[in-house]
């Protein structure tokens, strides 16, 4: 028995010393451990949420969602909350995996220069935000936010509108296609602002 336990300390101990077997062991382990906490939930159908109850973009909403994208608000502005009570509690419940689902690109970003905006669509009416996006300044004076009251004249490019809302597979009718004539881009940056949040009905 003594000669017996021995022999199992040396081969154990002889593991670091043999670099090629080491490596081997080591890349098993991690490859356990990444398949079963990436690969296996993937494929458990958790991980993508159901489509059935979320609303999906108008057009007008999408082309002011293409705005702030073109404005390069997601650099200032995250649309993620953390489950993480001091998130919560400033800017309500947390974000899971459904508020993005129909996003192509999704806009988490990772810099919060201003607030996050993921549910910043329950907060304000839209008077709030025509005053705030044409002058920052005139809600917080210290605000390091650019004015956009530019976007108040110029007028909606809806050239490629009904492509997009094709390509990203958004239902959509002629008469919402119509209901865009005559509106500016900032129209359609508060309808999309106004929207963050509510995705589920
Ligand atoms: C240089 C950084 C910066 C950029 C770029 C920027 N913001 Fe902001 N934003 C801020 C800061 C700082 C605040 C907080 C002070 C304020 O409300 O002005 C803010 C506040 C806001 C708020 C109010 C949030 C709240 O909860 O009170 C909204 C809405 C908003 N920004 C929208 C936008 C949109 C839309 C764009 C792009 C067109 C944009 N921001 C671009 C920095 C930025």
Redesign the pocket.
């Known amino acids: 028995m003594f000669v017996d336990r021995n022999i199992t300390e040396v081969t154990i101990m002889d593991v670091d010393k043999k670099p090629v077997l080491f490596i081997i062991l080591a890349v098993v382990t991690i490859l356990a451990g990444t398949l079963a906490t990436t690969f296996i939930p993937l494929f458990m159908g958790t991980a993508s949420p159901s489509r059935e109850n979320i609303k999906f973009y108008t057009a007008l909403e999408l082309e002011g969602r293409d705005?702030?994208i073109r404005?390069?608000?997601n650099?200032?502005?995250t649309q993620m909350v953390r489950p993480l009570k001091f998130e919560t509690a400033r800017?309500g419940d947390y974000s899971t995996l459904a508020d993005s689902a129909i996003d192509r690109p999704h806009l988490w970003g990772s810099k919060r220069?201003?607030?996050?905006?993921a549910r910043?669509g329950r907060?304000?009416p839209a008077a709030w935000?025509v005053i705030?996006?044409k002058s920052?300044?005139s809600?917080?004076p210290?605000?390091?936010?650019?004015p956009?009251a530019w976007?108040a004249d110029r007028d909606l490019n809806t050239k490629y509108t009904e492509a997009k809302m094709k390509t990203l597979g958004y239902p959509y009718t002629a008469a919402d296609l119509r209901a865009l004539e005559g509106k500016t881009e900032m129209d359609a940056?508060i309808a999309?602002?106004l929207r963050l949040g509510n995705e589920l009905r």
């Open positions: 705005i702030y404005e390069g608000c650099n200032c502005h800017y220069t201003g607030p996050d905006l910043v907060k304000y935000h705030h996006m920052p300044q809600m917080y210290k605000s390091n936010m650019p956009y976007l940056i999309y602002l």
